[in-house]
């Protein structure tokens, strides 16, 4: 049974920063592309960004501030945040995709097989 667990959410000041973290269990962790998400109060969930082997593809809205890596040996896949914003303020999900050989941006939501719970990302001004 795969599960996913993110932590590292809080309240935080604009202009700084936190670490998701996402522990994933009964998966082959270096099969999978792992994603992050967010989705805001009364918002569409949003992809933020995603990790496949060693390469990373961000949206537009995070690049140079959101930062994914991942440690295979401990099946964890982190998102470091820096210079956050109000407009950060969201449930921050992980998501995972078997994905031996496959293709394409995964960047929607339909694209993944396996979510985690969500943490609060709450960023005052």
């Known amino acids: 049974q795969v599960r996913l667990v993110e932590s590292g959410g809080g309240l935080v000041q604009a202009g700084g920063s936190l670490r998701l973290s996402c522990t994933a269990s009964g998966l082959t962790f270096s099969t999978y592309v792992m994603g992050w998400f967010r989705q805001a109060a009364g918002k569409e969930r949003e992809f933020i960004g995603r990790?496949?082997?060693?390469?990373?593809m961000y949206t537009d809205s995070v690049k140079g501030r959101f930062t994914i890596s991942k440690d295979n040996a401990q099946n964890t896949v982190y998102l470091q945040m820096n210079s956050l914003k109000p407009e950060d303020t969201a449930v921050y999900y992980c998501?995972?995709?078997?994905?031996?050989?496959?293709?394409?941006?995964?960047?929607?939501?339909?694209?993944?097989?396996?979510w985690g719970q969500g943490t609060q990302v709450t960023v005052s001004s």
């Open positions: 990790i496949r082997w060693s390469a990373t």
């Open positions: 998501a995972a995709r078997y994905c031996p050989a496959c293709s394409g941006s995964l960047s929607s939501f339909g694209e993944y097989n396996y």
